[in-house]
């Protein structure tokens, strides 16, 4: 079982950045997991906004394309990520969760996720 920690989310207004960071327990072999971040707005689902390989491969909604920014730092047996996020807008409004699962298999894992806010 993994446990993921996320921090960083709070008020912004339009235009401005946030970095949200997300902490796995330590667990062997999850430096081989594929990382990402996904959000829920109220009323909508939940969605994918970036994820990263292991081998440090991103993919980002188009949505964000150009604003955000996703990182890792592999120590031993435990991740430690962020998601730089710049010229927010009040549709970025959500909860942000972070999300690990391996190459293969079934397991998946959430964090508690983290409110972003984007208001004047």
């Known amino acids: 079982q993994v446990q993921l920690v996320e921090s960083g989310g709070g008020l912004v207004q339009p235009g401005g950045s946030l970095r949200l960071s997300c902490v796995t327990s330590e667990m062997i072999f999850i430096n081989v997991y594929t990382l990402g971040w996904y959000r829920q707005a109220p009323g909508k689902q939940r969605e994918l906004v970036a994820d990263?390989?292991?081998?440090?491969?991103?993919?980002?909604a188009d949505s964000v394309k150009g604003r955000f920014t996703i990182s890792r730092d592999n120590a031993k047996n435990k991740i430690t990520a962020y998601l730089q996020m710049n010229n927010l807008k009040p549709e970025d409004t959500a909860v942000y969760y972070c999300n690990v699962k391996p190459p293969v298999g079934p397991a998946n894992y959430w964090g508690q996720g983290t409110q972003v806010t984007v208001s004047s």
């Open positions: 990263i390989t292991s081998g440090g491969s991103t993919n980002y």
